[in-house]
């Protein structure tokens, strides 16, 4: 924890926001840009099937990462943890990693570009950034499994409400 104390009652607030704003950040942030480079290059996958939708694009990727890397290091200038600030932004990159993941898992699927599939849609980013935490071996985010998952909920109700609003303010054309 950083160098002052945090009341019991707020700590999950802090942990929250240190670990899983970053990667929420970066997730969200592809939308703000139309990509015409995808990621998977319109490459297809050995079932004859894309690899990724097209909706993925270097352009959101970056864009992503560059967010998720701009929140890391406010946190860590807020926090008066410069070591965050390189924590964050790899898990922004898991984070969006997660999210190809579940776009491949979806392809697999035949499940369209833009249609949902549940809980992948809502957790994919975050269960990747929750890995990256792991492999990294960060005791306060391992000493909290109660925190991880009310984390998880958490996130899959903020991005309910989040993809409802982006859709009625017309940054996304479907509700997932």
């Not at 929420?24 to 480079?37: D, Y």
């Not at 993941?101 to 249609?115: H, P, T, V």
Request: net charge negative.
């Amino acid at each position: 924890m950083s160098g002052y104390m945090i009341s019991p009652e707020y700590y999950f607030i802090y942990w929250f926001l240190k670990y899983y704003l970053s990667p929420m950040i970066a997730n969200a942030s592809p939308v703000l840009v139309k990509g015409i480079h995808r990621i998977d290059f319109s490459h297809i996958f050995i079932d004859g099937k894309p690899l990724f939708g097209k909706n993925k694009t270097w352009e959101g990727f970056y864009v992503g990462v560059l967010m998720g890397f701009l929140t890391s290091i406010g946190i860590g200038i807020i926090l008066c943890e410069e070591e965050y600030i390189l924590i964050g932004l790899g898990s922004s990159i898991f984070a969006l990693i997660g999210d190809l993941l579940g776009s491949f898992i979806k392809r697999r699927m035949n499940i369209a570009s833009g249609e949902p599939l549940p809980i992948i849609d809502q957790l994919d980013f975050a269960l990747m950034a929750t890995l990256y935490y792991y492999f990294l071996g960060i005791e306060e985010f391992i000493s909290y499994p109660l925190y991880i998952l009310y984390s998880l909920i958490i996130i899959l109700a903020l991005h309910i409400i989040t993809n409802n609003i982006a859709y009625y303010l017309g940054v996304k054309d479907k509700r997932w």
